[in-house]
């Protein structure tokens, strides 16, 4: 282990130790080009640098020596949203995401930092649970006072798109009620599961937490939810922040119990995150005992027989790029969905392709994030259905927010909402009440 560390290199081209992506990695790509329809960039843009295929090649350009880390790498780096559809559809297994996200931690640490004023701001609010915190309290008083509304008619913002972006999102800030730290099985237990609360699901849609918990306990699971909980770092893993990501990983690892069965995430961002712990913490045994044991709250309850009352709505599914190509989880939540007697649930074309939301991404380039979702919306209204499930708080917020701005009536949803939904009205139709 001692003699493997001396002998890794400390450079390559130009990337310096540590974190150096794989060169490996990068010669894998045999510039087919089956990754590119599926690149939300490349489809909006048609650029081939603005593409999977064109992104590796300045990466390995760099790696090779024959390319410094200019401003034009940098933003075509930055444009990229981190969805990973590619790593889907590549047929060389090219690990996109991971090269991507030791090409940013390159940046980071190597590029004069003029062009990240907004990640580092960004970055140092959301996982961060008292900032954020506060942050909503004003963005509460914002809106009641009156302030949003006048921002808004008069077009005060339109000179600064970051900041129009990050008024556009705040219309559903609302305080939740804290979760207890335990909640009890009920009817056969299953096991002892953890719940990942989340910076952002937390502050943004506690009653998805709380009815993961909920759903989780008529599961037979016990259900434990630390209460010193923090960030489970995935903002920070996907602006390269990497050291941010190993101290959270390393907290997190230390704030559940040794003795859960199951660590349980109802945002695949966080999930995504946790599940990958082990790529930039090998051999840390606690954090990799914490990625082995985490589970989207659909894998878990997809196993699991729940009282389904009736529901007669349609849905539509939106696959966030964190479930569907991060953890290649497609199969449960529809399943899941299906199960809900009344419930008809309409495919949505493209549905796996990023609605524009990636972590921070709408706030850094609202202007390519406006643009699919705009496409995503358009997918939307095709199905004719009124609502729209999606398991990630980011999907959640840039949907509705899109919908809102055209007055669309959709309803956006967490599967977990709906199964609730359903749960409730099985048990009142049983005669047992919640
Ligand atoms: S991660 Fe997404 S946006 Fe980036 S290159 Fe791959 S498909 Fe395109
Ligand atoms: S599909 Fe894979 S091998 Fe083909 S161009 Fe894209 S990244 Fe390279």
Request: aromatic share 4%; with cysteine.
């Amino acid at each position: 282990m001692a003699e493997a560390a001396s002998t890794a290199p400390a450079t390559l081209g130009h990337f310096h130790a540590p974190d150096l992506p794989d060169l490996g990695g990068l010669r894998r790509c045999v510039h087919c080009g089956i990754c590119l329809p599926q690149c939300p960039t490349y489809r909006v843009l048609g650029e081939e640098m603005d593409s999977p295929r064109g992104r590796l090649y300045l990466m390995r350009a760099v790696a090779e020596g024959r390319l410094e880390m200019t401003d034009t790498f940098v933003r075509h780096m930055d444009l990229c949203l981190g969805c990973r559809a590619c790593e889907t559809a590549c047929p060389a297994g090219v690990p996109f995401g991971t090269l991507l996200e030791a090409t940013r931690a390159q940046i980071v640490r190597d590029v004069p930092p003029r062009r990240r004023r907004w990640s580092d701001l960004l970055l140092g609010l959301f996982p961060n649970a008292q900032r954020l915190n506060a942050a909503l309290a004003a963005a509460r008083l914002y809106r009641r006072s009156g302030v949003q509304a006048l921002v808004r008619v008069t077009g005060a913002l339109r000179a600064f798109p970051r900041l129009a972006a990050m008024d556009s999102l705040i219309d559903t800030v609302a305080p939740g009620a804290e979760l207890p730290e335990h909640i009890a099985a009920r009817g056969e237990r299953r096991g002892r599961a953890g719940l990942l609360t989340g910076c952002v699901q937390r502050q943004l849609y506690p009653g998805v937490n709380s009815d993961t918990a909920w759903l989780l306990s008529r599961a037979g699971w016990d259900v434990v939810i630390p209460r010193a909980q923090e960030c489970c770092g995935a903002l920070e893993l996907h602006g390269g922040r990497l050291d941010g990501l190993r101290t959270r990983a390393r907290a997190l690892a230390a704030t559940f119990p040794a003795d859960v069965d199951v660590v349980v995430t109802n945002a695949a961002g966080c999930g995504s995150a946790m599940k990958e712990y082990g790529h930039w913490l090998a051999g840390d045994p606690a954090v990799e005992r914490l990625a082995g044991r985490t589970r989207d709250v659909t894998e878990v309850l997809a196993a699991a027989e729940l009282p389904l009352g009736r529901l007669d709505v349609t849905v539509t599914y939106h696959d966030p790029c964190h479930l569907a190509h991060g953890q290649r989880i497609r199969a449960e939540p529809r399943a899941l969905l299906r199960r809900i007697p009344g419930l008809e649930l309409r495919e949505l074309a493209d549905s796996d392709l990023c609605c524009g939301s990636a972590g921070v991404y709408n706030i850094q380039e609202p202007e390519m994030a406006d643009r699919l979702l705009a496409l995503k919306l358009e997918r939307i209204q095709e199905t004719g259905a009124r609502i729209v499930v999606t398991g990630n708080p980011g999907c959640l917020l840039q949907i509705a927010k899109g919908a809102r701005l055209r007055g669309l009536p959709l309803e956006v949803v967490h599967p977990v909402e709906l199964l609730t939904r359903a749960v409730a009205a099985g048990e009142w139709a049983s005669g047992g009440g919640p």
